[in-house]
């Protein structure tokens, strides 16, 4: 399927074909009130006197193929191709017997120019408002100097409608150029957005599994000679991690490198929306805790389904948060808990550490963990706990559907743990909490 949507029929048809069909019309109508139609006891308009002569057939014929010629060099050379089309106008009022060009002969005439002024640029627009206001005065000029009468107010009507041509044309040409600034503009706030997405992907997954590699790599060192087997283990904790990390970075570059138009490169199928969530908590804690950092995870109220950005959202915060922990608060332990209420998830995360100052420090992890909780209308804070330590608070509102969907999960055969219920991750001490799925994760 193409990802653009295709224009409408009508405008599909070239310009060139809109002004010749507009000709033939007037043509068509020429002809319609010179004859007595059902109904009227005389014709509208009396003939002229060789309107239906051989020299005046043969005068329309020219100013037809005059006016075709015209509508084939529209596109490609504008105004050449309204010279030609005034100039068959003028040419097929000669046998009309009448002192002005009537509008019907000026009909395809008004069409080209709206075609111009609309595709074309002002000054092109402007130019050809001059050529017809110029052919309907030259017209005049040219039998009051033959001594012939002119029609100067049947002109005068002709002329309002070429300006009213031209003054369409450029709104339509002005709507146009504002419809492409504004494509732009939300382009460039697109690709801004997806940069930001990116960049947020990038530090919650990389700076976790850096964090990990430099804790178990530290522990390592320390007993590398006192306690041989502890340190292999470690080092093998840090060759998963690095691992890892490399295969979510080549995942993540191979999104940016697939080309978006590609058909199955949606948006649920993007290697940078990986499928992870609030089950994959249990893992990173005790990922965390074997490095040394010991994690509780508490949980209160109905677990149930939640939006896939808002379960995605909610784990990089809980991920972010942790990784802090780790790299700042200078301490052995921390809690989480995250609490389904009625209207909103809330998700908390303290430590009892003695950093100090990371509100105020040069970084990106609070101010993506903030975009992140703005994009979902949440609450985001930040800050010290009077007791010591610091805290991070993520309160995201659940949508309406969401809070339908536990009966589903039910008949699906995911049991809702109601109430409050403690898993402390340790070493093999804590495992996924009950009819959690265990989602394959590309980060430790």
């Known amino acids: 399927m193409s990802p653009t949507p295709s224009l409408p029929r009508l405008k599909l048809i070239p310009p060139g074909w809109w002004v010749g069909a507009a000709w033939y019309a007037g043509m068509l109508l020429t002809f319609l009130v010179r004859v007595r139609l059902p109904g009227e006891y005389a014709p509208s308009v ?7 002569r051989w020299d005046g057939l043969l005068t329309h014929l020219l100013a037809t193929a005059l006016a075709a010629g015209g509508c084939v060099l529209l596109e490609r050379r504008p105004l050449k191709g309204l010279a030609l089309v005034l100039g068959a106008a003028a040419l097929a009022t000669m046998p009309l017997s009448v002192g002005e060009i009537p509008l019907a002969q000026f009909l395809a005439a008004d069409l080209a120019l709206y075609f111009i002024t609309a595709a074309r640029s002002r000054r092109t627009g402007f130019a050809a408002l001059l050529m017809a206001l110029g052919t309907l005065a030259g017209f005049l000029a040219v039998r009051l100097l033959a001594g012939w009468d002119v029609g100067t107010s049947a002109e005068l009507v002709v002329a309002l409608t070429a300006v009213v041509a031209w003054l369409v044309g450029g709104s339509a040409y002005e709507a146009r150029r504002h419809d492409e600034r504004l494509a732009a503009r939300t382009a460039q706030q697109a690709v801004v957005q997806e940069r930001l997405r990116i960049a947020r992907e990038m530090h919650d997954m990389i700076a976790h599994s850096m964090g990990i590699i430099a804790l178990q790599a530290g522990a390592a060192a320390r007993v590398v000679h006192t306690r041989p087997d502890a340190a292999r283990e470690a080092m093998s904790a840090v060759e998963t991690a690095g691992r890892e990390t490399l295969s979510g970075l080549r995942r993540m570059l191979g999104a940016l490198r697939e080309d978006p138009g590609h058909e199955g490169a949606g948006r649920e199928a993007s290697p940078l929306r990986p499928a992870e969530g609030l089950a994959d908590v249990e893992r990173l804690a005790r990922a965390t805790t074997a490095a040394g950092v010991r994690v509780e995870v508490r949980w209160e109220g109905e677990r149930r389904p939640l939006p896939p950005d808002m379960d995605l959202s909610a784990f990089r915060i809980i991920q972010e948060s942790v990784t802090n922990v780790v790299r700042h608060a200078t301490t052995s332990a921390c809690q989480v808990s995250v609490v389904y209420g009625s ?30 909780v703005a994009l979902l209308h949440g609450r985001f804070e930040a800050a010290p706990r009077p007791e010591g330590g610091f805290r991070v608070t993520a309160r995201l509102p659940i949508p309406s559907p969401a809070a339908g969907t536990a009966a589903t999960a039910e008949e699906a055969g995911t049991p809702a743990t109601a109430g409050e219920a403690r898993a402390t991750a340790g070493a093999g001490e804590a495992g996924a909490p009950a009819g959690a799925d265990t989602a394959t994760r590309s980060t430790p």
Do not use: H, Q, S
């Open 343 to 372: 209207e909103e998830l809330t998700i908390e995360v303290a430590d009892r550490g003695r950093g100090a100052g990371r509100t105020t420090e040069p970084g990106f992890g609070l101010l993506g963990m903030r975009e992140r």
């Open 46 to 52: 009396r003939a002229g006197v060789v309107f239906y």
